[in-house]
């Protein structure tokens, strides 16, 4: 168990629909990050949250959108879905203070879209 | 832009040393990482260079040049369990950006 905790862990939709996909940090942790991974597709960065305030931003689509939360937990919200955003959704926590910024993964959350 | 190229894939045998190489071109640099994943987990940290030289860990160690824009990754006696992918990362932009290469996929045969 790495401390991050993501739910839920699979998902089957379908087109046109919208989710919510929910993210706990390490305990400590005050940045949390979001990651798409597609069918043996490396890491695409999405978007960065610390202590509340969006910090950085990737290749996040119009149709996603994310916060964090005054506890520290975060979500991240996908709508008007399409087959092509099947995917694994990993987030992961940092301390976010600088120096050797270690990332710890959840386990992620499988979308299956239809 | 920030770019990370890595192998796709790469084969060694049972009890070898295998070397992943890493280039990236990022601006404000911060530190070059190196991730496990197996197949359907998630990313677990290896290593961590943010100065130039060789950092071991156990049959683990990553090698940085900065000027360079290059790592490398060594595993030696290489064991089946070691199947997996290797992601190599950069944190940029203060320390709290960090992007990923696509991963070598190594296969550890017997």
């Known amino acids: 168990d790495s401390g991050v905790t993501q739910t839920p862990k699979h998902l089957i939709t379908a087109t046109g629909q919208r989710v919510t996909l929910r993210c706990s940090p390490r305990?400590?942790?005050?940045?949390v990050y979001w990651y798409q991974q597609s069918l043996d597709q490396g890491l695409q960065f999405l978007i960065q949250?610390?202590?509340?305030?969006?910090?950085a931003k990737g290749n996040i689509l119009e149709r996603f959108s994310a916060q964090q939360f005054p506890d520290l937990h975060s979500e991240l919200n996908l709508s008007s879905l399409e087959l092509g955003d099947s995917a694994l959704y990993f987030c992961?926590?940092?301390?976010?203070?600088?120096?050797?910024?270690?990332?710890?993964f959840g386990a992620g959350s499988r979308l299956t879209v239809l | 832009g920030q770019n990370i190229d890595q192998p796709t894939e790469m084969t060694a045998t049972e009890g070898a040393i295998v070397q992943i190489n890493c280039t990236y071109q990022t601006s404000g640099f911060n530190g070059l990482f190196w991730y496990q994943q197996h197949a359907g987990e998630a990313p677990t940290f290896l290593s961590y260079?943010?100065l130039d030289g060789l950092e071991e860990k156990g049959r683990f160690s990553s090698f940085l040049s900065r000027s360079k824009g290059y790592s490398y990754l060594l595993l030696k006696e290489l064991q089946m369990k070691d199947s997996a992918s290797y992601l190599c990362a950069v944190s940029w932009g203060g320390g709290f950006k960090t992007i990923f290469g696509a991963g070598t996929r190594l296969f550890v045969k017997a």
């Open positions: 992961a926590s940092s301390s976010g203070y600088s120096g050797a910024n270690v990332l710890t």
């Open positions: 260079n943010v």
């Open positions: 305990s400590g942790d005050l940045s």
């Open positions: 949250y610390y202590n509340g305030e969006e910090r």
